[in-house]
């Protein structure tokens, strides 16, 4: 069937290298144009051979017409001069005569057509004047020039032909070089095509075999890359620059996974060594008390942890929907700071608020989850009775919380590592057994996020003993702003 044919064609060529495709249209598209052109000198020289044949005829009828004379006695008479008017004598003619219109013969001149040891003659009958094509007994074709003329008063027909034979031997020859040199052409084209196609390919092969060699350790492996600014130069760079991407997914997936465990075994060590300690002998009940407090307070932090990395998990893989509610940022504010108040209170630190009604678009809940991390961390740094300082205000067309304290500073070749995941400042000072708030280095990186997810932006200043600024900005939404007032 015709369509299953079509299918396997399909399928077939779908199944060929690149390299063999593309040396297939080059020889195709080559060979048809070849085709086109051949057609086109071909019927172009056969037309210039007619017409130069015919050219020729002419001249020949109009010397001959100068050669005819009427003689006294009142009949034609062909007088042959050695030049008419400028013209050659017309020796060289293949074939001339001049017949009456009762069709006898005035003149013949078969000089050139006998000497050609041609016997036939070309019947002579009334036709219409012009070009025509006559074919003799012999089998030979010629082509005949016909027309009546007038010699003082006497009419009179000529006739002159040129065997076509000639012509249609030149074509042939002509029509044989083409047919021999159009398939050597395209084969030619062909070739030179695969070979092209292999060179341009080559990087292509380079590439795969790199390729094939990068697994998941070797991700810091790059493609060879001839020519960066050509097209396959360019998938290369775009495919290392994927590759640069995936390992450093891959490098954050690792840390990330050998950090959580380290963090999630600190407080399951504590729970299961105090346990142990707990069961090796009688202890009165306030012993016991004490014992479970600790596993109570361990477990609470190994909660806090799953539901960090949780958050952070889920973040990755973009499975938290943020809402897209308009709210107020200064009520939200507000809000943390009454959260971690008592914090503060317990440590006779004071909490200066100056905060604006900021209406602003995104998901309150995750928003308040940066904000209350951030002034956590703000307390828990601070000394006590000192001051943390908390606004909410425009600036520059952001809605801007500020979060200040007077706490020991962060040095600055911490500050760019600060939102990492699990990073602290000082990592023993985080699990001081004795400092129960110590953190897990999470905090910012959730707050960094939930600001990101917003459009916004967090940065920290800070210098050791001057305290530290974090400053959380958002884009503001203009449909939505208000007068500002003080929120209570
Ligand atoms: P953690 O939960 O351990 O506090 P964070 O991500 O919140 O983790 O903070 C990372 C580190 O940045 C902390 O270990 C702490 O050393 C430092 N840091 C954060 N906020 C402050 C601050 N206000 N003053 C001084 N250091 C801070």
């Known amino acids: 069937m015709p369509t299953d044919t079509g299918t396997l064609l399909t399928r077939r060529w779908a199944a060929l290298s690149i390299r063999a495709r593309l040396s297939m249209i080059y020889a195709t598209a080559l060979g048809v144009m070849l085709v086109i052109y051949a057609v086109f000198v071909y019927t172009t020289v056969r037309e210039r051979f007619v017409i130069e044949v015919d050219h020729r005829l002419d001249q020949e009828v109009e010397i001959a017409e100068q050669a005819?004379?009427?003689?006294?006695?009142?009949?034609?008479f062909w007088r042959m001069p050695d030049r008419v008017d400028g013209y050659e004598t017309l020796a060289n003619m293949l074939w001339l005569d001049v017949h009456l219109p009762d069709g006898a013969l005035v003149y013949r001149l078969a000089g050139g057509y006998a000497k050609n040891g041609i016997a036939d003659e070309l019947p002579f009958g009334r036709r219409?004047?012009?070009?025509?094509s006559a074919k003799l007994d012999s089998g030979l074709s010629l082509r005949v020039l016909q027309r009546e003329i007038e010699v003082d008063g006497i009419r009179a027909v000529i006739r002159t032909a040129f065997p076509e034979e000639q012509v249609e031997r030149e074509l042939a020859s002509l029509l044989w070089v083409l047919t021999i040199g159009l398939p050597l052409a395209i084969g030619a084209a062909g070739i030179s095509g695969y070979w092209l196609a292999g060179r341009v390919l080559a990087p292509v092969a380079k590439m795969t075999d790199e390729a094939q060699?990068?697994?998941?350790?070797?991700?810091?492996?790059?493609?060879p890359i001839a020519n960066p600014n050509d097209e396959l130069g360019r998938l290369g760079t775009t495919f290392n620059d994927l590759f640069a991407r995936l390992g450093q997914s891959f490098d954050q997936l690792k840390r990330f996974t050998s950090e959580a465990s380290h963090e999630l075994r600190t407080p399951l060590t504590v729970i299961r060594s105090v346990g142990e300690v707990a069961l090796r002998e009688r202890r009165d009940e306030a012993a016991y008390r004490d014992t479970i407090g600790t596993m109570l307070e361990e477990a609470d932090r190994l909660t806090q942890l799953v539901q960090s990395l949780l958050m952070l998990a889920r973040a990755d893989s973009g499975r938290i929907v943020l809402g897209r509610e308009a709210f107020?940022?200064?009520r939200l504010t507000w809000d943390a700071v009454n959260h971690l108040r008592v914090l503060a209170e317990e440590k006779g630190q004071q909490i200066e608020v100056a905060v604006s009604s900021l209406m602003v678009l995104g998901d309150p809940a995750v928003l308040r989850q940066a904000v209350v991390n951030i002034l956590d961390n703000a307390i828990k740094h601070s000394p006590p009775d000192a001051v943390v300082a908390i606004a909410c205000r425009t600036h520059a067309d952001l809605a801007e919380i500020t979060v200040a304290d007077q706490g020991p500073g962060i040095p600055a070749e911490h500050l760019p590592h600060l939102f990492d995941r699990f990073y602290r400042v000082d990592a023993a000072r985080g699990r001081q057994d004795g400092d129960r708030r110590g953190g897990f280095g999470l905090g910012l990186a959730i707050a960094r996020w939930a600001v990101e997810a917003h459009g916004g932006r967090i940065e920290a200043d800070s210098a050791p003993g001057k305290g530290s600024v974090f400053r959380i900005a958002l884009p503001r939404e203009r449909t939505l702003s208000h007068p500002e007032g003080t929120t209570p």
């Open 128 to 132: 219409a004047p012009g070009f025509f």
């Open 68 to 76: 005819l004379v009427r003689d006294s006695s009142g009949r034609l």
């Open 328 to 330: 107020d940022l200064g």
């Open 213 to 223: 060699s990068i697994t998941a350790d070797r991700l810091d492996a790059r493609l």
